[in-house]
C-alpha cells in the first residue's frame, strides 16, 4: 500500500480533475457527488458474484479502463497481469494514481480498441465496460477484440434504451416482410447524431436485443446476464457470414 497521506491523495486527485469513477483511495473519495451515486461500486456489486473470485494466474485487458475501478478489482481477485487501455491520458493518470495508493501493479497505455491488435497477445478475460456506444463504429470494435485479445472470457457492459424484450428471430425473412422491424424486441441500436446527456461522444443506444445480438454476431456466445446491461461472454468460433475484414490485406 501507498504511504500517501489522506492529504496528499487529496491534493494528488484534486490536480487530475473531475473523476468519473468515485474511488475510496484510503479514505479520499473521488467523486462523492457522482450523478449515478457510489459509481460504479453500485454497478460492480450487481454482477461482482458472476466472475471468477479466484484469477490467480490470469490475465485481464480492460478496455476503456478510466480511473481503473475495475482493473484494480482483478487484481485484487489475483490476477497475474492486468493491462488497462484508454485514450484520455487524464483518466490514466488517475488510473496510475488509484494503483499506486492501492498497491496494485497495473499497466496502463493510451490505446484505442481500434487498435487492440497491436498488442500481440490474447488475455484470459476481456472487460469492455461502458465503450460501445462512445463508439461510432461499435460493431468492428467486438470484431477486433474477438479477433485480436479474446482468449476465453468477456465482459461486456452497454447502456442501453428502448424496450427489455427479446425476440426469437428468423435466420431469415422475405424481402417484403418488414413487419418484425417494428417490433419493440427486434434489435435495435439507436443512433445519437447530436448529443445525449450532454455527451458528444454518446453514438449510439443500443436496446438489450441489440446488445446480445451483436454479441453473438461478433463470435460470443452469452453465458450470464447477472444485471440488465451487463453480458459474461465466452468467445467462440464467430457464426458464419459476410463479416467486413478487420484487418488489411498484401
Known amino acids: 500500500m501507498s504511504r500517501l497521506t489522506e492529504a496528499q491523495i487529496r491534493e494528488r486527485a484534486s490536480k487530475l480533475g ?18 449515478l451515486q457510489d459509481y460504479p461500486q453500485s454497478k460492480w456489486e450487481r454482477f461482482r458474484h458472476a466472475l471468477p473470485m479466484d484469477l490467480t494466474g490470469k490475465s485481464v485487458l480492460d478496455i476503456g479502463c478510466n480511473a481503473g475501478f475495475y482493473a484494480i478489482e482483478m487484481k485484487r481477485r489475483g490476477a497475474e497481469r492486468v493491462l488497462g487501455l484508454d485514450l484520455d491520458e487524464r ?4 488510473a496510475r494514481l488509484a494503483a499506486e495508493v492501492t498497491g496494485a501493479e497495473i499497466e496502463f497505455r493510451n490505446l484505442s480498441v481500434y487498435d487492440v491488435a ?63 422491424f417494428d417490433s419493440t424486441g427486434y434489435p435495435k441500436l439507436h443512433f445519437i447524431e447530436h448529443r445525449y446527456a450532454h455527451d458528444p461522444t454518446n453514438w449510439w443506444a443500443p436496446n438489450a436485443a441489440c446488445s446480445q445480438a451483436m454479441l453473438r454476431s461478433a463470435g460470443f456466445e452469452i453465458i450470464d446476464h447477472p444485471e440488465d446491461e451487463t453480458y459474461i ?11 467486413y475484414p478487420t484487418r488489411g490485406r498484401a
Open 91 to 94: 483518466y490514466l493518470e488517475q
Open 233 to 243: 461472454c465466452r468467445r467462440v468460433e464467430r457464426v458464419s457470414g459476410a463479416v
Open 118 to 180: 497491436a498488442l500481440g497477445e490474447r488475455f484470459d478475460l476481456v472487460l469492455f465496460m461502458g465503450v460501445l456506444y462512445h463508439l461510432r463504429h461499435p460493431l468492428l470494435a467486438l470484431d477486433l477484440i474477438h479477433e485480436h485479445v479474446a482468449d476465453d472470457l468477456l465482459v461486456f457492459q452497454s447502456m442501453q434504451r428502448g424496450s427489455d424484450e427479446v425476440d426469437a428471430i428468423a435466420a431469415d425473412y422475405d424481402f417484403f416482410d418488414q413487419d418484425h
Open 18 to 35: 473531475a473523476w468519473f469513477h468515485n474511488m475510496d483511495l484510503n479514505g479520499v473519495q473521488t467523486a462523492p457527488d457522482h450523478f
